[in-house]
């Protein structure tokens, strides 16, 4: 079993900046792939960013590219998602994710993930 914890979200301007952590327990994931998805109001879950077991490997959505930038720390089996220049429309709920491989964050499958945590509410006002 995976427990992972978010945190980070909060209420920021347009154009500000934010830092997402997920903590990662119950198992060592250093070979799985992590990512982030994230649930606006009204809407679908959807994928946002994925890391390979590495780190040498990522993908983004096209809504965040060249804004967000997803990294991991194996050694402290700690997700991050730095997230620049936001924007109203990024408003949602976000979710750490764990999948046994990097193809449900390429296909951006959110049935395909096989753990995820509790969110953290990410506010962008204009």
């Known amino acids: 079993q995976v427990q992972l914890v978010e945190s980070g979200g909060g209420l920021v301007q347009t154009g500000g900046s934010l830092r997402l952590s997920c903590a990662a327990s119950?198992?060592?994931?250093?070979?799985?792939?992590m990512g982030w998805l994230r649930q606006a109001p009204g809407k679908e879950r959807d994928v946002v960013a994925g890391v390979s077991w590495s780190g040498h490997t990522t993908s983004y959505a096209d809504s965040v590219k060249g804004r967000f930038a997803i990294s991991r720390d194996n050694a402290k089996n700690t997700l991050y998602l730095q997230m620049n220049s936001l924007k109203p429309e990024d408003t949602a709920v976000y979710y750490c994710?764990?999948?046994?491989?990097?193809?449900?964050?390429?296909?951006?499958?959110?049935?395909?993930?096989?753990?995820w945590g509790k969110g953290t509410l990410v506010t962008v006002s204009s």
């Open positions: 994710a764990v999948a046994d491989s990097f193809q449900p964050f390429i296909a951006e499958d959110v049935a395909g993930m096989d753990y």
């Open positions: 119950g198992r060592t994931l250093n070979t799985s792939a």
